[in-house]
């Protein structure tokens, strides 16, 4: 049966992993007028099992109430999805509209879900030169076998191939702790850190009093297990909005804006930074090993073969 989510192509790996693609889809589907139910029933359509819209779905038609369908499931799945839950659920006790807070809650997501991606595509290269090099010794080593030239024994035999070997394994072991190091620094501290400003956006849109908007919005992250301290901004907010005598919506919305590019313009130096790092320990690490693994043996074997070892 056809359904919009043929538009999109999917395969088993991409499934239901990020809620980019279904916030997106709700967000038009309840801004079109769908009610939230018939919206969730639709995204659904051609879902697999363990897709968090058909667990809401399959609850919805055992009688579960949205509310309490979407609390369930959301909690169940990994921080993202739980995000999810508490927009859903804020957005619901404030009275805040539920599409414009599914598409901010889907940006601060999209944010974060670009920066991975742009993350592993830094890291594509490097890698693909590592599972290379790994391979090059082996091939090396096959080639010298095929050729009459025998590498490996004349490494067991000789001391200083044995020290070549263990230097080499160690270089290449090196290197990749050394770019799992680099990774790690350049990976945001908090993915989701902008998402209480989101929240609390969203909660005040709903008419909302700062005070009481702040409480919900704690109260709802700790319920859904994600502690995300934002406490001082959204204090700062409120008392900016009462000195100045301007809405509080509007306010909170840019503050929440400006913080995801700030965050985002931080995340993309980041990834500018760790192109250049992981260059280091292909140069220093990985070409001395493959020199150590391949050549060295290499080298030893044809001087073990003309008898001058």
Known sequence: MWSWKNLVRRTEGDIAVEPGHDLHYLSALISAGLRPTSAWEELARNAHPHEVSYQIHDALTRGVPLARAIETVTQS???????????????RASGAPLAPALIALSNALGDSDSTHREMQATLAGPKATLRLVFALPVLALVGGALSGVNAWGAVMSHPLGLLALGVGVSCFLGAWWWIRLLTHRAMPTEPLGCLPLDLFAVSVSGSMMPGPAQALVEETLAAYGLELPAGDEMEKLGSLSRRAGIPIAPLAREHAAHRRRVARSDALRSVGELGVAVVLPLGLLVLPGFVLVAIVPMALGIWSGAGLA
């Open 77 to 91: 799945h990994n921080e993202s999805w739980r995000a999810v839950g508490a927009a859903w659920a804020i957005a």
